[in-house]
C-alpha cells in the first residue's frame, strides 16, 4: 500500500535488494563476516526476496538480513552530472541518491553538511516514524580543536546540543552565563541499556603481548579508583565484563549449563577460570599500589621478564619490556597517564603517541598499533557480529573489530556457540562462558562506564516527557520550540 521509493521518486525494488546483497558480499568485508552464512538472494516476486543460508539454527541471521542496507542500482550503474559511469567501489564526493528522511543539501568537504528534510518522504506516516524526524534542516559543522568546539556551544547560534563526555566539565565549567540564565539546560538522561567495553586493547599481532601472564601482569598497574576519584569526580563505574549490565555478564564461579560447556575446554582454558570469581585490582588502600605492583612484577618474572637497572627487561635477549599507546586527543593522555606512570614504577616503558583522526583510523583499520583504547557495544541479544569482534579469521581481516588479534579455537567455538544457541536461556549460558574466557585471557585492561548520558542544550526545544531508557534521550523526537527560539535569538543576536 506504501512503496518505499528513492529520493528521486522511482520506487525501491526487489532488484535493488538483490543487487545490493551481491554487490556488499563481494566489496565489503565488513559485511563478509555477518553473511558467511548466506548463499545468494533471490527475488521470488515483485514484493519477496528469498536469501538462502548454507547452516541451520543461526537464529539471528534473517534479522540481519532484514538491516541489510538497499542502495539504488539504478543510480549506481548510472553516469554522473559530467557523464562518468559511477564506481561504488570507490569514494566519491557526488551525493549519493537516498531514500531516508533527509537528504543531503551541501556540503564542504572536511568542513560542513547540511542535511535537508524531504518533503514528499515516503515514510513519513508510517507509526515508527509519527512525532520524529521533526527539523528542517541539520547543519553540521566539523571543528578538529575540542576547546574551541566548546567555545563555540557556550556562545549559541552554531551548536546547540552537546553531548558531553568529560566529567571535569560537566562537574565545573557548566557555570557560564548562558547555564546561570537558564538559557542553556544541563541534563542527565538514564540509561538501561548494556554497557559498552571500553578498555586498553592489547594488540597480540605484537609478539610482546602473546604471553597471557604478561596480559595480566599489564592489568594490575591500571588504578582506577585513584582516577576516578582525583580525575573523574566519581562518577565512573569499573567495568567488570564484556557484557556489562546485563544479565549475560559472567560473575562468581561457572555452574549449571555454562560449566557443562566449558567443561569441554577445560584442558585449554586457565586452571583458575572454574575456581576462582574474576575480580579486577581495587585501589582501596594507600598499601593497594605496592601489592599490586608487586603481583605484576611476579607475573612478569615467570614470563621471563625481569627488573635491571629500573627497567623491564627480557632476561634471555637483554630487550626493554617497551610498547606505545596510541590515541587522537587530550583524552588519550588523561585516559592513560596515571596508567603509564605506574607501569613506569615497575620498569615498564609505556607511552602515548598522539595522531590526526584519518591517521589513526588507517593505523587501526590496519593493526598498526600495539595499545589503544576502544570502545566494544554489545546488545542484549548477541549473535553474529562475536565474529567481528573475536574470531580467528577477522583477527586477520583488515577493517575488524578484532582489536587484540585474538586467535584462539576456543573463543571460536564459543563464538559460534552463542551465534547458534537454541533459545534465550542457552544464549545466556554461552555468552557467560564465552565473556568468562574472554576475562581470563587477559585481552584486554577494562577501564569504565557510565550509566548515564549527558546532554547540554540551548533552551528552544520542546520534547516527550518519556525518553526511551535504552539510549538515554532520542534526539530525532525533539523539535524547535518557536517561541524559544526567537526569545534566545534576540537575546544573543551579538554572538
Do not use: C
Not at 554522473?80 to 551525493?95: F, H, N, V
Not at 583524552?331 to 597517564?337: K, P, R, V, Y
Amino acid at each position: 500500500e506504501r512503496r518505499a521509493k528513492w529520493h528521486d521518486g522511482q520506487p525501491i525494488t526487489v532488484d535493488d535488494v538483490v543487487w545490493s546483497f551481491q554487490v556488499l558480499k563481494a566489496n565489503a568485508p565488513q559485511y563478509n563476516r555477518y553473511f558467511e552464512n548466506v548463499t545468494d538472494a533471490v527475488a521470488i516476486s515483485d514484493r519477496e526476496v528469498e536469501f538462502h543460508f548454507n547452516q541451520k539454527g543461526n537464529r539471528e541471521l534473517p534479522k540481519i538480513i532484514g538491516d541489510l542496507v538497499v542502495l539504488p542500482k539504478h543510480w549506481w550503474e548510472g553516469t554522473d552530472a559530467s557523464g562518468k559511469k559511477r564506481d561504488i567501489t570507490r569514494p566519491t564526493l557526488e551525493p549519493p541518491l537516498g531514500s531516508a528522511a533527509y537528504k543531503i543539501a551541501s556540503f564542504k568537504p572536511g568542513s560542513e553538511i547540511v542535511w535537508q528534510r524531504v518533503a514528499d518522504y515516503w515514510g513519513a506516516k508510517l507509526p515508527v516514524k509519527i512525532g520524529r524526524e521533526n527539523f528542517d534542516t541539520q547543519r553540521f559543522t566539523y571543528i578538529l580543536d575540542e576547546n574551541a568546539a566548546w567555545q563555540a556551544f557556550t556562545k549559541g547560534g552554531l551548536d546547540d546540543i552537546k553531548a558531553e563526555n568529560s566529567s571535569r566539565r560537566w562537574a565545573t565549567a557548566y557555570n557560564f552565563p548562558a547555564v546561570k540564565a537558564g538559557d542553556v539546560i544541563k541534563k542527565e538522561f538514564k540509561t538501561t541499556s548494556p554497557e559498552a567495553m571500553q578498555a586498553f586493547m592489547l594488540n597480540q599481532r605484537r609478539p610482546l603481548f602473546q604471553d597471557r601472564r604478561v596480559r595480566e601482569a599489564l592489568t594490575y598497574p591500571y588504578d582506577f579508583e585513584t582516577m576516578n576519584r582525583t580525575l573523574f569526580f566519581n562518577s565512573n563505574t569499573r567495568t567488570q565484563s564484556y557484557f556489562q549490565g546485563t544479565e549475560l555478564a559472567s560473575s562468581g564461579l561457572p555452574q549449571g549449563k555454562e560449566l557443562e560447556i566449558l567443561e569441554k575446554y577445560r584442558d585449554k582454558l586457565p586452571p583458575e577460570l572454574f575456581t576462582q570469581e574474576f575480580k579486577l585490582p581495587v585501589y582501596d588502600s594507600p598499601q593497594a599500589e605496592r601489592k599490586y605492583l608487586k603481583q605484576a612484577v611476579d607475573l612478569f618474572a615467570q614470563a621471563g621478564w625481569v627488573i635491571k637497572g629500573g627497567k623491564m627487561m627480557n632476561a634471555k635477549s637483554g630487550a626493554p619490556f617497551k610498547f606505545e599507546i596510541l590515541g587522537t586527543s587530550d583524552t588519550d593522555q588523561i585516559l592513560s597517564g596515571n596508567y603509564i606512570a605506574n607501569l613506569r614504577k615497575i620498569g615498564v616503558d609505556a607511552t602515548l603517541r598522539i595522531i590526526d583522526p584519518s591517521q589513526y583510523v588507517n593505523r587501526v583499520n590496519n593493526f598498526d598499533y600495539d595499545v589503544i583504547t576502544n570502545v566494544l557495544q554489545q546488545s542484549d541479544s548477541p549473535g553474529n557480529e562475536q565474529r567481528d569482534f573475536w574470531s580467528s579469521k577477522s583477527a586477520d581481516s583488515p577493517g575488524s573489530r578484532n582489536y587484540s588479534g585474538i586467535k584462539d579455537p576456543v573463543v571460536d567455538a564459543l563464538v559460534d556457540r552463542v551465534i547458534f544457541a537454541t533459545d534465550r536461556d542457552d544464549l545466556v549460558a554461552a555468552t557467560h562462558a564465552l565473556d568468562r574466557v574472554l576475562l581470563w585471557n587477559y585481552y584486554t585492561v577494562p577501564q569504565y562506564y557510565r550509566a548515564v548520558v549527558w546532554l547540554a542544550y540551548w533552551n528552544k526545544f520542546g520534547m516527550p516527557e518519556k525518553q526511551p531508557s535504552y539510549r538515554g534521550a532520542d534526539i530525532d523526537s525533539w523539535w524547535i520550540d518557536t517561541a524559544k527560539e526567537k526569545a534566545l535569538t534576540a537575546k544573543y543576536r551579538g554572538n
